[in-house]
């Protein structure tokens, strides 16, 4: 399949790829893994007029803490991530989510960065992120800010993204002791996406839980971030009994619809399910460090 | 536009649309038609080639963007001394029936055995999860790749290979 026909862009620094950003306009995409953007395009459901190919960009590609936060660039494949030290040791939430993502060969293209930008319902990062915490950096020429996650992921395949940005960085909170997180992801195969998955993380203080995080994938028009049930957990001390009400909290703030890989009811009964065991894993993770 | 790629060791200099994918790249301008399109929506892997080492699916990768990269198509296997030893424990251990799937199966193995000499069935049904076979049901595809690992690694004597099913 050929996609429409597009000119193709190749900057070698930051400011070039500004320059193209603000003199293409909206008829510009930025190509970075390519992964869901080019077959999109081959089904031209999107059909850009240039595409900004961001790859040879130096600078993008690493993993790094910075203060409390680990700042992932926006180039990061998959399977580096899933390779990453430091995320194995620290980060359980996104070292759980890394290599369930798609298939091998796709992780060794897809990057971090174009998977938060295509906002993908099904996308595993976007509950991971929603998860953490995370911000995202979008930088323009001459200037900057960063995006809480929950913002970024503004609707289906819409992140809140301009024009002239480029995502940069991904700012993951560095979590502390007594931490602990989970990604269970229902698939019928490797490569297809989510019938359902959750992105779990619990930090544990003096005893009780300190903070919370849960993110939805495939059960929404948008990853979710399941407020009510993070409430919920914090101030509280683990148990079954509150993993269960977390779990039907996170049930409640899904929404999926009934496909090829489940009925509606089964899904949301699934959120819960998993739900509940993410936590579980989360505390025992958190118990033991 | 022009792109320099090489492909199998040879740096060759053509002039491509900036839509077209590799794989037609691969197929249409130097005829290398051993890398195959199967579903050609990212599923199946039949359009696997290694990208300066890795593997990746030709159909979802332009051709321009691999200008000065290294790509190694299942053309590029075969030496002058004959078959890799991948092809050869493909061949000797039944590893492919129709063979469509069988040249991205065999590029997925070469990378896996570059940094893996001694790859579980785990390991190997892992490294081909993104590549589709309809007819061996896999077995023996695994075999394959683990013999191939024993051959190749350094030092190596007889292939380790049982007859016992790979996931018995």
Known sequence: ?289 | MEVTITVNGTAQTIDVEPRQLLVHVLREELRLTGTHIGCDSTSCGACTVLLDGTPVKSCTVFGVQVDGRDVTTVEGLLTAAGLDPMQAAFKEHHGLQCGFCTPGMMLVGKALIERNASPSDDDVRQAIGGNICRCTGYMNIVKAIQAAAAVSAPGAGVPAVSNEPANA
């Open chain 1, 1 to 289: 399949m050929l996609p429409s026909a597009f000119d193709y862009h190749r900057p070698t620094t930051v400011e070039e790829a500004f320059d193209l950003l603000d003199s293409l306009g909206p008829d510009a995409k930025v190509l970075a893994g390519g992964q869901s953007l080019v077959p999109l395009m081959k089904l031209r459901f999107a059909a850009p007029g240039h595409l900004i190919d961001i790859n040879r960009l130096g600078g993008l590609d690493t993993i790094e803490e910075a203060g409390d936060e680990l700042h992932i660039g926006a180039l990061v494949r998959h399977n580096a991530l899933a390779a990453n030290d430091q995320i194995r040791a620290k980060y359980p939430t996104l070292a759980a989510a890394a290599p369930q993502i798609a298939d091998p060969l796709v992780r060794n293209l897809g990057t971090i960065g174009g998977s938060l930008t295509h906002c993908d319902p099904s996308g595993d990062l976007g509950a991971v992120m929603l998860a953490s915490d995370a911000r995202v950096t979008l930088r323009r020429k001459g200037g900057e800010r960063d995006v809480p996650v929950t913002e970024f992921l503004a609707d289906t395949f819409q992140s809140s993204i301009e024009p002239n940005e480029l995502l940069t960085t991904v700012k993951v909170p560095a979590p502390k002791r007594f931490h602990g997180g989970a990604y269970l992801k229902l698939e019928r195969k490797i490569g297809d996406y989510a019938t359902v998955a959750v992105a779990t993380r619990l930090q544990m203080a003096n005893g009780a839980i300190g903070s919370a995080g849960i993110g939805l994938t495939s059960v929404g028009l948008t990853n979710i971030k399941a407020t009510a049930a993070e409430d919920a957990l914090v101030g509280q001390e683990p148990s079954d009994e509150l993993f269960a009400e977390a779990g039907r909290l996170a049930a409640a703030a899904s929404s999926p619809v009934g496909d090829v890989r489940g009925s509606a009811d089964y899904k949301r009964h699934i959120v819960e399910v998993y739900v509940r065991r993410g936590l579980a894993r989360s505390a025992e993770m958190a118990t033991d460090d």
